[in-house]
Nanobody, 121 residues
């Protein structure tokens, strides 16, 4: 797999989790990367993205102030720190990558397999 996610799990509301996405190809260090989630029975939803330099980030409104996206170029890894988790954050979280940084789910060419995040109330 070119993008491999880890860090999902089952937590209670208010807890924190950190997702990691390791890219196997050094080329991804020059790509924008991000996270998209899909809850059961719902459409995929953009969560956050970061430019290749790390200088620009986007967040969907529902996670602003709670989630932080970052990247570590030396490790070719992007992270999603999720704090104050809510039951509505429950979803499969996919790591995505692409040439351009955009707020959306259709523009990223590369997708990981996904990691489940479940938040109980």
């Amino acid at each position: 797999e070119q993008l491999e996610e880890s860090g999902g799990g089952l937590v209670q509301a208010g807890a924190s989790l950190r997702l990691s996405c390791a890219a196997s190809d050094p080329t991804f260090s020059r790509y924008a990367m991000g996270w998209v989630r899909q809850a059961l029975g719902k459409e995929r939803e953009f969560v956050a993205a970061i430019s290749w330099s790390g200088g620009t980030t986007f967040y969907t409104r529902s996670v602003e102030g709670r989630f932080t996206i970052s990247r570590e170029t030396a490790k070719n890894t992007v992270y999603l720190q999720m704090n104050s988790l809510k039951p509505e954050d429950t979803a499969v979280y996919y790591c995505v990558a692409g040439e351009y940084l955009e707020f959306g789910v259709t523009t990223y060419e590369y997708w990981g397999q996904g990691t489940q995040v479940t938040v109980s109330s």
